[in-house]
Structure formats: C-alpha cells, structure tokens
C-alpha cells in the first residue's frame, strides 16, 4: 500500500474516502503518514490533510528541477477554476442549495436534469457551460449536455460514479481543494472568480499549491 499512495501522491492525486477509500484509511493512520511524509520530504514535498477530507503532496520549494511541472499542474487547475465554480452555482441554484458541493455530496443526474428542464435561464447556463474549455461540445440536448459536464467532471477528478450503471456522482475531496484554492485567492489576491491573471510568478505558483 505505501508504494501504492506515494507513486499516487506523486502523480497529483488527491486521495479521499470518496475516491480512493483505501489510501485514505492508510494515511488515516498517523504512523503510515508519518512513514509517507518522511518519504516525501527528500522530494521537497509534503503531505497535506485538508478538512479531514483528503490528503495530498504539496511542494516545499520551487527550483529548476520542479518548475516547469509546477506551472503545468497550476495552469490546468487555474482552466478549470471558472467552468466548475459556474457548474457547482448552477448545481446550487436547480436544487435550491444554501451552501455550495463539498466532498461526498451527491449528485443525482436525473434530479438535477429535472430541474433544468423546467427553468429556462439554467438551460441556458448548461448551454453556456458546454462553450467554456473544460466542457466545450456542440452536443444540444440537455441530457447530453448534463451527461457530459458530469463526466467531465469525473475525469478531472472532481466526481466519481460507484456505479457504472447508475447515474448517482459523488463529489470528492478535491471539491473542497478547490474550495480552498477560491479562498486563497479571493484572500491573496482580492481577484474575482473569472480572472486568469496572477502576479509575482503566479503569486509563486499559488504557495506551492498551499
């Protein structure tokens, strides 16, 4: 198992309950995070707990050695800032939400697509959805469309789906990762949710990704 979580650790995953129930209850273990993080360390990495909702490999340093994967994996967060925070607020208004998607809420397709099919101004938001990067398609019906934003999701790893045959998506931890990213930068940089553009080398590659 630790070969398991740290090459996952390395590669970027986040790891939840939700989508990797058992390296989370790995490192829930102090002594095989402690074994994890020592590991890490030498790779100018550490292991981060977020809300007790999921662990991560956070960079310690920046040099010419990590640098331009750094910038690789910022710049693919920083894309799917805006297409997911306009995909949970149109989540939160079809199914009357106070609070926005955390970890393990879930979603259910045909609940959410009920809800669109009867409020216009949130088709027309699905439409607008499918036209950004993260979930651009010329697919037209609402099912596809819906379908398909959710998929998306699940392959960045913002959802996961238990079962293929069932169209219920479980939201995982990196929901509130992104959560935490929205606070950092409406805290450091005072930045609206749709600006792209940070300053100081992307306010030094957003703290080593916090």
Same mark, same amino acid.
């Not at 292991?47 to 050695?65: C, P, R, W």
């Not at 998607?101 to 045909?110: E, M, N, S, T, V």
């Given at each position: 198992?630790?070969?398991?979580?740290?090459?996952?650790?390395?590669?970027?995953?986040?790891?939840?309950?939700?989508?990797?129930?058992?390296?989370?209850?790995? =490192?829930? #273990?102090?002594?095989? &995070?402690?074994?994890?993080?020592?590991? /890490?360390?030498?790779?100018?990495?550490? +292991?981060?707990? !977020?809300?007790?909702?999921?662990?991560?490999?956070?960079?310690?340093?920046?040099?010419?050695?990590?640098?331009?994967?750094?910038?690789?994996?910022?710049?693919?967060?920083?894309?799917?800032?805006?297409?997911?925070?306009?995909?949970?607020?149109?989540?939160?208004?079809?199914?009357?939400?106070?609070?926005?998607?955390?970890?393990?809420?879930?979603?259910? =397709?045909? #609940?959410?697509?009920? &809800?669109?099919?009867?409020?216009?101004? /949130?088709?027309?938001?699905?439409?607008? +959805?499918?036209? !950004?990067?993260?979930?651009?398609?010329?697919?037209?019906?609402?099912?596809?469309?819906?379908?398909?934003?959710?998929?998306?999701?699940?392959?960045?790893?913002?959802?996961?789906?238990?079962?293929?045959?069932?169209?219920?998506?479980?939201?995982?931890?990196?929901?509130?990762?992104?959560?935490?990213?929205?606070?950092?930068?409406?805290?450091?940089?005072? =930045?609206?949710?749709?600006?792209?553009?940070?300053?100081?080398?992307?306010?030094?590659?957003?703290?080593?990704?916090?």
């Amino acid at each position: 198992m630790f070969k398991h979580v740290a090459e996952a650790l390395l590669s970027g995953h986040f790891i939840c309950p939700t989508a990797y129930p058992d390296a989370y209850e790995y =490192l829930a #273990q102090a002594a095989n &995070a402690d074994k994890v993080n020592a590991f /890490l360390q030498p790779l100018d990495r550490e +292991l981060l707990n !977020l809300d007790g909702e999921l662990f991560y490999a956070a960079y310690t340093v920046v040099d010419d050695s990590n640098r331009g994967a750094i910038k690789e994996a910022f710049a693919e967060l920083r894309s799917q800032l805006r297409p997911v925070v306009e995909w949970m607020d149109m989540v939160m208004t079809a199914l009357g939400q106070d609070m926005p998607i955390r970890a393990r809420d879930q979603i259910r =397709l045909h #609940q959410l697509l009920q &809800a669109i099919e009867h409020e216009p101004s /949130l088709a027309e938001q699905l439409n607008r +959805l499918t036209q !950004l990067s993260l979930f651009k398609t010329n697919k037209s019906s609402l099912n596809e469309q819906l379908s398909w934003v959710l998929q998306k999701l699940e392959q960045s790893g913002y959802l996961i789906r238990p079962n293929a045959l069932a169209s219920i998506y479980i939201a995982t931890g990196k929901i509130n990762y992104l959560h935490k990213i929205i606070a950092f930068l409406n805290d450091a940089e005072n =930045l609206e949710l749709d600006q792209h553009t940070l300053s100081a080398e992307d306010s030094e590659q957003q703290e080593l990704f916090l």
